[in-house]
Every structure is written in C-alpha cells, then in structure tokens.
C-alpha cells in the first residue's frame, strides 16, 4: 500500500488510520504486508474490512448465519423507506424491531420477520421495508451461506 502509485492518493492521516485498523484486525502486520491465511483471505472478500474479519471467525462462535445476515444487510443502499410525509410510520416501524444492543440485532430481526412473513411485499409495504431490497438480501445470505458450507 505505502508504495501503491495512486491517481490521487488519499491524505497520510486516513492511509495512516487505515492501516491501524488492518493491523488491529490482524490483516497486516507491523511491515504492512498481509499475514497468511487471515490478512489474505479479508483482502479477498468485498466487504469492510471489520465485516470480512466478523466473518471469518464467526464459525469458531457459532454466529455464521448472524454475521452473513448482517453483512448481506450491509450489501443493500437501505432496507427502510418512506413516503413523503411519513417519517413518524417509518420510526415506528423502525422501533419494532429495534434493540438496544443495536442496529445489526435490529438487522436480524427485520431479516427474520421479513422471511416469517413469507417474503411477503405487503408485510414489507406496513413495515416500510424495501421489499427488492430484502429479496437482494435473501439472495445475498442464500448464496453466502452456500460458500461457507464448503
């Protein structure tokens, strides 16, 4: 990365936070060179570098489903919407499946809901979800789930 010809490179102080970050997560190491398996396997995945950490060690926790529902959450512009001049029916749906642990929990629980309804688009429209974008998630987490089981 340090010696990457950039087209415009990014300010020192974000490269500088970046690498921190990679090397925090175990994806480099104090020379900045990718470790072996880890760092090589998060350069390979398209996602945030965190996600792809998540990710990776969530078999050894037993949380793969959670962590490829968050990630294909994350894969999507936005799984809310509104109408204009409904603000106050979004933050009510908002708050139903909202929990205090925060917004991935909240992720899980609009992603379960959405396939106890039975994909159903009209179960999204009362709960101004973006129903493409859920069915992009299912995708996402189906084809996801299907590469981590081999």
């Excluded at 880890?38 to 390979?44: A, H, N």
């Excluded at 996602?47 to 294909?72: F, Q, R, T, W």
């Excluded at 603000?87 to 959405?114: C, M, P, Q, S, W």
């Excluded at 973006?130 to 992009?136: S, V």
């Amino acid at each position: 990365i340090l010696n990457f010809d950039w087209l415009s490179p990014p300010p020192a102080e974000m490269l500088v936070r970046a690498l921190e970050l990679l090397y925090a997560l175990g994806a480099v190491d104090v020379d900045a060179r990718l470790t072996s398996p880890l760092g090589v396997f998060m350069s390979e995945m398209p996602l945030d570098p965190m996600l792809a950490k998540a990710l990776l060690v969530s078999g050894e926790l037993n949380c793969s489903n959670h962590v490829i529902i968050i990630a294909a959450m994350h894969s999507v512009q936005s799984i809310w919407v509104s109408a204009r001049g409904q603000r106050r029916a979004l933050d009510e749906a908002k708050l139903r499946f909202a929990v205090k642990e925060g917004d991935h929990l909240t992720f899980i629980n609009v992603y379960l809901a959405f396939l106890n309804s039975g994909r159903n688009p009209q179960w999204c429209n009362r709960n101004c979800l973006n129903y493409k974008a859920l069915l992009r998630v299912v995708t996402y987490f189906l084809h996801s789930h299907d590469l981590s089981s081999v």
